[in-house]
């Protein structure tokens, strides 16, 4: 027999497990998990699996230039996520729309590193000027990457308005029939695939027919490159499914970025 509660506070998850009133949980903090890790009468593991987590960037506005999209993925600081946020053993890089662990990922695709210095010049090019607002829109579980890219941009003159809203309004907003002018500059989101399988992965994020509501492409990104690429990549046989995989990885990281590629999360349970 499996009984399984829903109890939204991760303090009283921790403490149901250490008592022995629950026998498996999920979604602690890193500190929490660290600590647990001391007791012997638990066991934490935390194995990397497909998910990847991104900032959506609407192209549209400030971002319709993917030279702003690509200064908004070397202004963000990766280590202080990765590091920080997930102490260093709860999440690594993500560097496109494919995890590490899925057929056709690419390890040697395009990799951003944090560099204030080109964010400022791809800004001076794409007219971005200092003084410029951006809205973030977040849910209560995604409030440190915008916190992090918020603090990167100020350094650049740039405003990043960070807005909490609960998960339905969220949706509301994300999956909403508004244009892409009218939608928020930035939303942070996570994905994975339900087959190993890299169109499976990239198409709902991806292609132009999948914007909002038919899809989760929230930034209304469009790019014919990428859509020629999914189209072809539906039916193809592997070694076909693989080279055109890791065409769109180098498309849609170094060329034309529809997200910051924040992280992989490792599915910690205890």
């Known amino acids: 027999r499996q009984v399984l509660r829903s109890i939204s506070d991760s303090t009283t998850r921790r403490e149901l497990l250490e008592r022995g009133q629950a026998d498996i949980t ?14 012997p009468k638990v066991r934490v593991i935390a194995p990397y699996a497909t998910e990847i987590q991104y900032i959506v960037m609407t192209e549209a506005g400030p971002l319709a230039s993917p030279l702003a999209r690509q200064a908004l993925s070397y202004a963000f600081n990766y280590d202080a996520l990765i590091n920080g946020v ?4 709860y999440a690594k890089r993500s560097y496109g729309p494919l995890a590490s662990t899925l057929l056709g990922y690419d ?11 080109k964010a400022r010049a791809l800004l001076q090019q794409a007219g971005v000027k200092p003084g410029t607002v951006l809205t973030y829109d977040y849910v209560a579980s995604d409030t440190r990457a915008g916190e992090i890219l918020q603090a990167q941009l100020a350094q650049l003159g740039i405003t990043v308005k960070l807005q909490l809203l609960d998960e339905a309004a969220w949706n509301n907003i994300f999956y909403g029939t508004e244009p892409a002018g009218q939608r928020p500059n930035l939303m942070p989101y996570g994905w994975w695939p339900d087959y190993n399988d890299p169109w499976d992965e990239c198409v709902s994020l991806l292609a132009s027919n999948q914007a909002p509501p038919a899809g989760s492409n929230g930034g209304m990104y469009h790019n014919k490159q990428v ?7 539906k039916y193809a046989d592997q070694e076909t499914l693989i080279r055109d995989a890791r065409a769109l ?11 910051i590629w924040v992280d992989e999360p490792a599915q910690a349970t205890v």
Do not use: C, E, W
């Open 227 to 233: 859509d020629a690429l999914l189209a072809q990549m």
């Open 249 to 259: 990885q180098d498309i849609t990281s170094r060329v034309d970025p529809p997200a």
């Open 26 to 39: 999920v979604d602690l903090t890193p500190l929490d998990f660290n600590a647990l890790k001391q007791n």
């Open 107 to 117: 390890p040697n695709v395009f990799k951003y590193h944090t560099d204030l210095g």
């Open 86 to 89: 997930y102490r260093g053993g």
